[in-house]
């Protein structure tokens, strides 16, 4: 919901940061790795109980996440790399509800599967779009330059992360958070399939 609106503020320090790194041969590939590297170290120290530690490295991961594609900007985009950014982006969505999961399965574990399902009705709903609108040719920048078409909804990746980070600071409000986010996520999901059928409608 908050993504189109906070491109202008973060993509002008990204691309400047992102032309620097460029220029001294770093790839959007090795970026992208880094983060998601980041991103695993962050689901490792929640499931060890240092989730303090997790809401630096998920920070980290999300740094990571937004100068990968502008340092493609300033240098070579390719399809390789937009696969990348978006199929360990949804790894490391993933990662994160299972971490809470072993940290404390008795109390998170529930939790944590309808979070994981309503992660999984947003993805397909969002992906499934994605692949429709190539198909027909249908194009956005509402939220910069992507490889693939971003269609919005009440859940996207700042309120993802954000929810992430509440998270790692009260752990144990982990059931409370992932059962209220997971109804959000449904809530995007279902909205996005009415829109989108009625969009493809032939």
């Not at 969505?93 to 999961?101: I, S």
Request: charged content about 15%; hydrophobic content about 55%; glycine content about 10%.
């Amino acid at each position: 919901m908050f993504d189109a609106r906070l491109r202008p503020l973060i993509d002008p320090p990204l691309n400047a940061a992102g032309r620097v790194l460029a220029a001294r041969g770093i790839s959007p590939d090795a970026v992208t790795l880094t983060g998601f590297g980041l991103g695993l170290g962050a689901a490792l120290a929640i499931a060890l109980g240092a989730p303090l530690a997790g809401f630096v490295l998920i920070a980290l991961n999300r740094l990571g996440d937004g100068l990968d594609g502008a340092v493609a900007r300033a240098s070579r985009k390719s399809d390789r790399g937009g696969y990348l950014d978006i199929v360990l982006d949804f790894f490391f969505y993933g990662a994160v509800p299972f971490a809470f999961a072993l940290l404390d399965p008795e109390a998170n574990a529930l939790p944590a599967a309808a979070l994981l399902l309503a992660f999984y009705m947003n993805g397909a709903s969002f992906l499934g779009f994605s692949a429709m609108a190539e198909k027909r040719g249908i194009t956005t920048n509402i939220q910069g330059q992507k490889s693939l078409y971003y269609l919005g909804g009440l859940a996207e990746g700042a309120e993802t992360i954000a929810v992430f980070l509440a998270m790692c600071l009260w752990p144990q409000a982990f059931p409370l958070l992932a059962w209220g986010f997971a109804a959000i996520c449904i809530v995007s999901a279902l909205a996005r399939v009415i829109l989108v059928a009625r969009l493809l409608r032939d």
